[in-house]
């Protein structure tokens, strides 16, 4: 059974671009979740997906958006980069996001920001 | 908003000792989680644990849902070198996000 798939893996942008990372869930998983893992912040949840719709937002500013296709997978993009972007951009996957259900994490997307 | 605690958060261990870390949260929880995380890699799920008191084994990790259902505990026996690697808790209230600990960093010497 594939696991979460994330591509890139590796980034680097400049600051004012903006990206778009992807991510593709366990076949059957309809919850997606993005986080951001930083060496100081530890991971941070940014938002999370489900039927297409966001169901859940962390605190992060309005550069950092997502959404979701039919097929579960879904998209992360973050407009107008700033050099404290530079993270690990982790997806994770679960059936349908409640209680009783873990998450299975991508390797992420690792993101630097010039 | 809801924050963990893990502790330790590093340890240096030789290698066939036992290694013993805890998570604790402010906030009562349903669903802990443990992971893994090695460089370069996203976090492996190791136990997943969803009832107070509920002791749950892989392998040689062991992890157990505390009573009070605000902390958990991850034993790992007999540790080898591939043990090495950041072991995060993740703990999950009724119609929450999961919210994850700051990590232990492992470290086993030979």
């Known amino acids: 059974k594939a696991g979460v798939t994330q591509t890139p893996r590796y980034l680097i942008k400049t600051r004012g671009q903006q990206v778009t990372l992807s991510c593709s869930p366990i076949?059957?998983?309809?919850?997606v979740s993005w986080y951001q893992q930083t060496p100081g912040q530890g991971l941070q949840f940014l938002f999370e997906y489900f039927s297409e719709t966001q169901r859940n937002k962390g605190n992060f500013p309005g550069r950092f958006s997502g959404r979701q296709f039919s097929n579960s997978r879904s998209e992360m993009n973050v407009s107008t980069l700033e050099l404290g972007d530079s993270a690990l951009y982790l997806c994770?996957?679960?059936?349908?996001?409640?209680?009783?259900?873990?998450?299975?994490f991508g390797d992420g997307t690792r993101l630097s920001i010039l | 908003g809801q924050q963990l605690n893990q502790s330790p958060q590093s340890m240096f261990i030789q290698e066939g000792e036992d290694v013993s870390m805890n998570c604790t949260s402010s906030s009562i929880f349903n669903t802990w989680l443990w992971y893994k995380q090695d460089p370069g890699e996203g976090p492996v799920l190791l136990i997943a644990l969803y009832k107070a008191g509920e002791l749950t084994s892989n392998g040689r990790l062991t992890a157990q849902f505390g009573i009070t259902r605000k902390d958990s505990f991850l034993n790992i026996s007999a540790s080898i070198p591939s043990d090495v690697g950041i072991y995060f808790c993740?703990?999950?209230?009724?119609?929450?996000?999961?919210?994850f600990g700051p990590g232990t960093r492992l470290s086993v010497l030979p």
């Open positions: 076949s059957g998983h309809r919850s």
């Open positions: 993740a703990g999950q209230a009724a119609g929450q996000n999961f919210v």
């Open positions: 994770a996957s679960s059936l349908t996001g409640y209680s009783n259900q873990p998450q299975h």
